[in-house]
């Protein structure tokens, strides 16, 4: 079946920066006609939207990371990449990528990744 495989977690200084990566595999399209994107669950609290690369190329960032983390994939490679700086403590959270064959409605993508736990220390 299709994974979606998190990495590139850890507990980090604030003003820090980290990659996260998302390998996925077995998905029944190509990988470029997927978009693809990242959420992060905060401690008790909602799962919520971070980015996304549509399978059109274009991306989307949520308000309180917008020019802090970059959305990217490595088609070759079937890798999504999340690159942020500037690390805040409410960035802390579990990362988890997601995969919809082309456009998703709103949140509902088809494959989700187990996540990866992103801990930001003041």
């Known amino acids: 079946q299709v994974q979606l495989v998190e990495s590139g977690g850890g507990l980090v200084q604030a003003g820090d920066s980290l990659r996260l990566s998302c390998v996925a595999s077995?998905?029944?399209?190509?990988?470029?006609?997927?978009?693809v994107a990242w959420f992060r669950q905060p401690p008790g609290k909602e799962r919520e939207f971070v980015a996304v690369?549509?399978?059109?190329?274009?991306?989307q960032y949520a308000n309180s990371v917008k020019d802090r983390f970059v959305i990217s994939r490595d088609k070759p490679r079937n890798t999504l990449y999340l690159d942020m700086s500037s690390l805040r403590p409410d960035d802390t959270a579990v990362y988890l990528c997601?995969?919809?064959?082309?456009?998703?409605?709103?949140?509902?993508?088809?494959?989700w990744g187990q996540g990866t736990q992103v801990t930001v220390s003041s």
């Open positions: 997601a995969a919809n064959f082309h456009t998703p409605d709103q949140q509902e993508y088809q494959y």
């Open positions: 690369q549509l399978w059109t190329g274009g991306t």
């Open positions: 077995r998905l029944p399209f190509g990988f470029t006609q997927y978009s």
